[in-house]
């Protein structure tokens, strides 16, 4: 066959693109083996598969609570709209295990606390054990249990101590109830420790961010086995308790104060001593907290971890995504299902397999198992008897545990004569109450 002169370009433009064609094959091979030395997995989905995601975080119970009044009858939690949390959700995300929040508003401290804490409780002790996707667990063991199950499981985090009313007991009950973690602050100072958030002007001290029975608080949560949280306390608190309490600590959701100078955010040195605490900060994914505006992206949530990663290790960082206790999160993690996209971005970002195993699950496991060893070696001691100087309280609720004196009454309800029934009422109580305090 004749070749004609003018038909060469044409045949050296083919044999280039062929060339070029097996070249970018060859790298893209290169690329994906190097991907799966790193990762292990051949995607995302295998390596969340394997390594199913432990989330700090989620204030599902308290949507419940705003948005049905915690009537679990009327809602089917496999499929909920106008929140970023449902079952489907939570599976298509490969969150394996969920902190719930059990979250009661400051302006019940020196109220109602306890009581709307142990209605919260009880909403996630519901939805954890009448879905057959769920498992209550309180312990590591029965969390590792669940996985091998295929079940998500539950745990109860209280967020904020005003829940307890500065009572070790009640701290004791709440553990009995389920509860194995506690944010020692909101934010509200309590009488014993003090908030990141100066929004209500309640319990302020001087020098004084953590007090003896604040102290008492973190040694009575050591002895049982209970996770001392510090996301929502100041940053002196929490230097406070890292120096003080025998096992490691977490952060539930905040993140690095680097990166978004916000008040929820942790600093360097704050973060420096958790690394020696062997805690872990688990990565809040909120606006507010990712890039200090209401607009946030993937790459401003990974570059959180990068630089927390590159100070104190990826040994150190979890995630707690915050959903449905913020109002915006970033494109493209606006839901539960979402977090296999921020994995992605990491892997981009080349962290290897052992480094997001650990972020994923292994590293909040390590500090639960060790949070338990600590109340195992402190088995011997009894409960704590401390109660807090009733002036520090200083709660108008706070009851006087003596017999009440009929001559303190107000005038209109010490007499059933001015006071109609309600008068009858108190005067009767009275005089029962005193009868009962002579008898004995």
């Not at 970023?84 to 400051?106: N, P």
């Not at 958030?197 to 001087?206: A, G």
């Not at 308790?241 to 680097?258: G, Q, T």
């Amino acid at each position: 066959m004749r070749v004609l002169w003018s038909d060469m370009p044409s045949w050296k433009s083919e044999k280039h693109a062929s060339h070029s064609f097996w070249m970018q094959f060859i790298e893209a091979l290169v690329v994906f083996s190097l991907c799966a030395k790193i990762c292990g997995c051949s995607d995302v989905d295998e390596l969340m598969s394997t390594y199913p995601l432990i989330d700090g975080h989620n204030d599902l119970a308290l949507q419940l609570r705003i948005r049905h009044n915690n009537y679990l009858s009327q809602v089917d939690l496999r499929n909920l709209s106008k929140v970023s949390t449902d079952i489907s959700r939570f599976k298509a995300g490969h969150v394996q295990t969920q902190m719930f929040a059990v979250y009661v508003l400051c302006g019940a401290q020196q109220k109602d606390a306890v009581r709307l804490t142990l209605e919260q409780i009880d909403v996630v002790r519901r939805m954890c054990t009448e879905y057959q996707e769920f498992e209550l667990v309180t312990s590591v063991q029965e969390l590792k249990d669940s996985k091998d199950k295929g079940k998500i499981a539950c745990l109860i985090s209280i967020e904020g101590g005003h829940s307890i009313d500065s009572s070790l007991p009640a701290l004791r009950m709440f553990y009995q109830l389920g509860v194995r973690s506690m944010g020692l602050t909101h934010s509200c100072n309590t009488p014993w420790a003090e908030s990141s958030s100066t929004f209500y002007p309640v319990y302020k001290r001087e020098n004084n961010s953590l007090t003896s029975f604040g102290k008492v608080v973190v040694e009575e949560m050591n002895r049982l086995g209970m996770i001392v949280d510090l996301s929502h306390t100041s940053w002196n608190t929490s230097f406070a308790v890292l120096s003080h309490s025998k096992a490691p600590v977490i952060f539930s959701h905040s993140s690095s104060y680097s990166i978004c100078n916000h008040s929820r955010n942790v600093p360097d040195n704050l973060l420096l001593e958790l690394k020696k605490n062997q805690g872990l900060i688990m990565v809040n994914l909120h606006n507010t907290f990712v890039s200090c505006i209401d607009e946030a992206n993937i790459s401003h949530v990974a570059d959180h971890f990068d630089y927390i990663k590159k100070l104190i290790g990826a040994e150190s960082i979890g995630i707690g995504g915050d959903y449905e206790g913020a109002t915006s999160f970033p494109h493209g993690l606006e839901d539960v299902s979402k977090y296999p996209a921020l994995i992605q971005e990491l892997l981009r970002r080349n962290w290897t397999e052992n480094e997001l195993a650990g972020v994923l699950r292994r590293n909040f496991l390590r500090v639960f198992e060790q949070v338990e060893r600590v109340r195992d070696q402190l088995s011997s001691n009894l409960p704590s008897e401390v109660q807090i100087p009733f002036e520090e309280a200083h709660n108008p609720c706070r009851l006087v545990l003596r017999r009440p004196d009929p001559r303190s009454l107000p005038s209109d309800q010490s007499s059933g004569a001015e006071g109609g029934l309600p008068g009858l009422l108190i005067l009767a109580t009275v005089l029962v109450l005193s009868r009962i305090f002579l008898i004995e």
